[in-house]
């Protein structure tokens, strides 16, 4: 996101979309799906939203996993 480059993190977006997904994490595939289409449009404004809301859920899962301490840590 700081580097406002919109096709580098709609790349990095597609690969975590089809990652989580096959994961079964959907909320996160559908954020990272969210993000995936604002940056395939060329649009970075509001992609830290996207990004925090992601990382929010990264910890979700994280906490849910047992694993909270160490994502948190990271």
Do not use: N, P
Not at 4 to 15: C, P, T
Not at 27 to 40: F, H, P, T
Not at 43 to 69: C, F, M, N, P
């Amino acid at each position: 996101v700081e580097a406002r480059d919109a096709q580098s993190l709609g790349l990095q977006a597609h690969a975590l979309k089809g990652t989580t997904a096959q994961l079964g994490f959907v909320r996160m595939s559908a954020l990272a799906r969210g993000l995936e289409a604002r940056c395939s449009k060329g649009r970075i404004e509001g992609a830290e939203r996207w990004v925090a809301a992601i990382e929010t859920e990264l910890l979700e899962i994280a906490e849910q996993s047992g694993g909270g301490s160490a994502a948190k840590a990271a």
